[in-house]
Nanobody, 126 residues
């Protein structure tokens, strides 16, 4: 069992930046594909960004492309989501996810992830 812990969420004004982090205390997920999803109130969980196990490939939702960057530091066993030029519509709970089954690919589907964090709230004010 891999426990993922997100951090870095908070309240920021539109146009600002935040960096989310995802770690797995006591475990390594260096061989896992990783992803970030978000869920706003009353909406389904949606794909935000993903990175494969090596870090060589990434993919983004159209709504965040050019503003968000996913990266991973294998030495620190941490995955990051750098969020710039934040908009009010980015307000949501952000979740980190890990996929061992599909680690060689970019995983954009919720059901293809094996492990999830508890989420961190991101609120963007106007």
């Amino acid at each position: 069992q891999v426990q993922l812990v997100e951090s870095g969420g908070g309240l920021v004004q539109a146009g600002g930046s935040l960096r989310l982090s995802c770690a797995a205390p006591g475990r390594t997920f260096r061989d896992y594909a990783m992803g970030w999803f978000r869920q706003a109130p009353g909406k389904e969980r949606e794909f935000v960004a993903a990175i494969n196990w090596s870090g060589g490939s990434t993919r983004y939702a159209d709504s965040v492309k050019g503003r968000f960057t996913i990266s991973r530091d294998k030495a620190k066993n941490t995955v990051y989501l750098q969020m710039n030029s934040l908009k009010t519509e980015d307000t949501a709970v952000y979740y980190c996810a890990a996929s061992r089954t599909f680690r060689g690919t970019i995983v954009v589907v919720v059901s293809e992830y094996d492990y999830w964090g508890q989420g961190t709230q991101v609120t963007v004010s106007s």
